[in-house]
């Protein structure tokens, strides 16, 4: 069956560092890939998008690749705040388009 | 941006009563709309999706008859929790999409819906 497997143990960075988030699946070819934040009590908030052909894309401070051989994607938080505190869920999409969800990681950032 | 509400944010509610949740999307028209329901640290759980005018496809496990999605206009869904139990308790989010199912897409979510039986 389709799986989508993030940490889920809280990821502690101190500020200023780059936050690195982990997306991994199995049994899935997704078309896009998405990367969304929430915060405690609100619903998801989109940050970027990354379509299979895509290898990279950036956007101000976050950066998010897209590995289809490794099946994986990585996003990345550079020069990482406190108000980057947050839980950030992966999303694939394929041919259906509805998106299906990953549990999310929770980021920490000390000041 | 695209903004979606939802109404209420909270709900606290006796077993066995039935609850609405809103949701509209204020400034755009959306063709397909979702709800999920999330359980703490867990993942938003897709319960339908909901296609303007037209019948809610559910998810598997989903009861349709215990959970009423109406999609009456391009800017309002709504979610009706019939005769709520304990078990019903969660937090129910929409989300709204502009072209439909189509690919590559942006979805807006609302704030969410905490609903607690009792």
Redesign the interface.
């Known amino acids: 069956s389709q799986k ?1 497997e993030q940490n ?1 143990e809280a990821l502690n960075i101190q500020e200023g560092k780059t936050a690195t988030l982990t997306c991994n699946y199995t049994n899935y070819s997704p ?2 890939l ?1 990367w ?1 934040r929430q915060d405690p ?6 940050l970027l ?1 990354i ?1 299979e052909n895509e290898k990279e894309k950036r956007k101000e401070r976050l950066k998010v690749t897209f590995d289809t051989t490794l099946k994986q994607s990585l996003f990345h938080i550079t020069a990482s705040q406190p108000a980057d505190s947050a839980t950030y ?1 992966c ?1 694939l ?1 394929g041919g ?9 990681t929770s980021l920490i950032v000390h000041p | 941006g695209a903004v979606v509400s939802q109404h209420p944010s909270w709900v606290i509610c006796k077993s066995g009563t039935s609850v609405k949740i809103e949701c509209r999307s204020l400034d755009f028209q959306a063709t397909t709309m979702f709800w999920y329901r999330q359980f703490p640290k867990q993942s938003l759980m897709l319960m339908a999706t909901s296609n303007e005018g037209s019948k809610a496809t559910y998810e598997q496990g989903v009861e349709k008859d215990k959970f009423l999605i109406n999609h009456a206009s391009l800017t309002l869904s709504t979610l009706t929790v019939t005769s709520a139990h304990p078990e019903d308790s969660s937090f129910y989010i929409c989300s709204a999409r502009v072209r439909g199912l189509a690919g590559g897409q942006t979805q807006y979510f609302g704030p969410g819906t905490r609903l607690l039986v009792l």
């Open positions: 989508i889920s078309a896009y998405q969304y009590g609100r619903g998801p908030v989109f998008l379509r869920l999303a999409e259906s388009y509805i998106p299906t969800f990953g549990r999310g």
